[in-house]
């Protein structure tokens, strides 16, 4: 088991240096505009930012060796199509908190400031968000400044209030003649969230007679789902002493593995984290026999058959488009779909063997941790390794177990 143990870890480290040694993980193609106008293509160090950026590495060059960094004061605007865009801009921010264990210090303070704002939608009236301390967005008319779209919480006598005046910024944008409470309704409705807000200027766009020529990019499909085979090396330890069993030499079992699953991004584009949910099959087959100097001869076999629904949360350390390592934790709940298992005892003094089935009442479940790791190459073909941390399928029956899996994405 150890060997085992150590061979995996080797590959993945292997693995790891080589998705290293040929790319660089996060750099994708894309533009700057410099302040002076001129458009460069290259390629940019892209981060998949939470928080807008303050500055950013670029390469003319993939091969090239240290990127340039600019800074919000070199650039108009960068983009990495079909990901992001970003715009310089002069805006003012609302410093109010809106995090509830906050709010018993709060006070309204605004503040100007130069950053980056990731473009949502452009139109003739257009939609950017800036996440620093909380999310803002802003919206500009043609011609016109950037306009926070503000979005209050107080707290007043143990009461939370909020202040949703972003509703009636937008109402203001949609011509007199189309503000109607039919083509307002929508307003009501909507959160200060990016999904909800670029629907609502989209459509306010429509309303002026205008069409949106820019749209946010929608993040990449969230949801792979995948299927796998596999084996499973184990071998049984025990906690504790057992009667008869726990002194027994026991065989190394290895067993096929059949599993099913999906992974749902918790992060947008690159999906860093994820999570994944996973339903597996597989067996595990033990026998064990008394030492040949045993005057006794005592045996026992135990097989079991599981069905295994797991859930993992997991994180691409190697984050390239078309190479992934990850690795994570897990929780697996097993239902044991049949069991055997027989103790043999064949006394010298009695030429007759005695029987005991089942030896041990086994629970219809078990539970158990594991650690997870795996390699992901073109979106489609996945190396996945797990090694189980705790769980027992008896008091002191305690298993150790490595899964090493070839998985296919669809």
């Not at 993980?25 to 940019?44: A, E, L, P, R």
């Not at 690795?327 to 005695?354: C, D, H, Q, W």
Request: one cysteine or more; glycine letters at 6%.
């Amino acid at each position: 088991m150890t060997k085992l143990l150590a061979f995996t870890g080797s590959l993945l480290t292997a693995i790891s240096l080589t998705g290293n040694c040929y790319s660089q993980s996060t750099y994708q193609k894309g533009f700057v505009v410099t302040n002076n106008g001129d458009s460069i293509n290259g390629w940019i160090d892209y981060r998949q930012w939470d928080k807008n950026p303050g500055d950013i590495k670029f390469k003319k060059d993939f091969a090239a060796g240290d990127p340039t960094t600019y800074r919000i004061d070199d650039l108009i605007l960068f983009a990495i199509p079909g990901k992001d865009k970003y715009v310089k801009a002069a805006v003012t921010k609302d410093m109010r908190p809106v995090d509830l264990n906050q709010l018993a210090y709060a006070r309204d303070t605004t503040e100007s400031d130069t950053v980056f704002l990731r473009v949502l939608l452009e139109g003739k009236t257009s939609l950017y968000e800036f996440n620093e301390n909380k999310r803002h967005f802003y919206i500009r008319e043609e011609g016109k400044e950037y306009v926070e779209l503000m979005y209050k919480v107080y707290l007043e006598k143990n009461s939370v209030t909020e202040l949703a005046a972003y509703r009636q910024q937008l109402n203001n944008l949609i011509p007199l003649s189309k503000r109607t409470d039919q083509e307002t309704a929508f307003l009501k409705k909507i959160k200060y969230k990016e999904k909800d807000l670029t629907s609502a200027v989209e459509k306010i766009n429509v309303l002026q007679g205008a069409e949106s020529y820019y749209i946010r990019v929608k993040p990449n499909e969230r949801i792979s789902f995948y299927a796998g085979a596999g084996t499973v090396y184990s071998q049984l330890n025990f906690a504790e002493d057992d009667p008869f069993i726990s002194d027994l030499e026991y065989s190394k079992s290895l067993q096929p593995v059949i599993t099913a699953g999906l992974d749902l991004a918790i992060s947008r584009n690159l999906h860093k984290l994820f999570a994944r949910f996973d339903l597996g099959w597989f067996a595990i087959n033990y026998d064990g026999s008394s030492p040949a100097s045993s005057k006794d001869t005592i045996s026992y076999k135990l097989k079991i058959n599981n069905l295994s629904t797991s859930v993992s949360v997991l994180y691409n350390f190697l984050n390239h488009p078309t190479k992934k390592l990850y690795a994570g934790a897990g929780f697996a709940l097993n239902v044991v779909m049949s069991s055997e298992n027989i103790l043999t005892k064949k006394y010298r003094s009695s030429s007759t063997p005695i029987y005991e089935s089942p030896y041990r009442d086994l629970s219809s479940g078990w539970m158990g941790f594991y650690a997870r790791a795996g390699y992901q190459v073109n979106k489609k073909i996945e190396i996945a390794t797990s090694f189980k941390l705790n769980g027992t399928f008896y008091y002191t029956m305690k298993p150790s177990l490595l899964f090493v899996n070839m998985n296919y994405h669809f």
